[in-house]
């Protein structure tokens, strides 16, 4: 069974750009939650989508946005990029049968936004 | 809110010692709590997991008990091995939002082994 796989691996950008983020899950997984993870504030929760619909949002700007396509596979995007948003970004999918999800992740290798 | 505090790194081991990684939370209601574990260039793993209190998780040598009475969740493993250098996260999930996707992480610790 294939991975959670997150594209591109590595990108490099310029303050005031944007960039797009693509995560396909596992096979089966409805759920997809994305995390920034930077030396300094570690991992922190940006969002998780379920059935196309955003279920839970962290604490960050408007400029970071996501979505989920029919097919689970989900898209962030981060628009007016800042030197700060130099950082890993990771996908996780996860199974969710009933609606109350077990914290059992399962994390793509990331891809590694570098802001110029 | 929830938060999960992990002890200072790095930790540098020899071969065949003993591990032990602190970890403390706080949350509301009853969490569950996750080790999860970055191998250099890949994602993160779950490494084991507890979902009430005094349950113990393990897997490959690794050990760790919820502690409700001192909010804790360390990790332990009797005799480390090269391979196992590598970043420790500890995690817990809210157990009253309904959307326990969202894990709260420590910092994480990286651990080095020596042969």
């Known amino acids: 069974k294939a991975g959670v796989t997150q594209t591109p691996r590595y990108l490099i950008k310029t303050r005031g750009q944007q960039v797009t983020l693509s995560c396909s899950p596992i096979s089966g997984h409805r759920s997809v939650s994305w995390y920034q993870q930077t030396p300094g504030q570690g991992l922190q929760f940006l969002f998780e989508y379920f059935s196309e619909t955003q279920r839970n949002k962290g604490n960050f700007p408007g400029r970071f946005s996501g979505r989920q396509f029919s097919n689970s596979r989900s898209e962030m995007n981060v628009s007016t990029l800042e030197l700060g948003d130099s950082a890993l970004y990771l996908c996780a999918s996860s199974l969710d049968h009933s609606g109350r999800l077990t914290g059992e992740l399962f994390f793509g290798e990331g891809s590694r936004l570098t802001v110029l | 809110g929830n938060s999960v505090t992990q002890m200072e790194g790095p930790v540098t081991l020899s071969e065949e010692a003993f591990l032990t990684i602190n970890c403390t939370y706080t949350a509301t209601g009853y969490p569950s709590l996750f080790w999860y574990v970055q191998y250099p260039g890949e994602g993160l793993q779950l490494l084991l997991k507890?979902?009430?209190?005094?349950d113990k998780g393990s897997n490959k040598g690794f050990e760790a008990t919820y502690r409700k009475e001192t909010t804790s969740f360390h990790l332990e493993k009797g005799s480390v091995q090269v391979s196992d250098s590598a970043v420790y996260f500890c995690a817990l999930s809210g157990a009253l939002t309904g959307a326990n996707s969202k894990l709260t992480f420590g910092k994480g610790i990286t651990l080095s082994v020596r042969p």
């Open positions: 507890a979902t009430k209190a005094d």
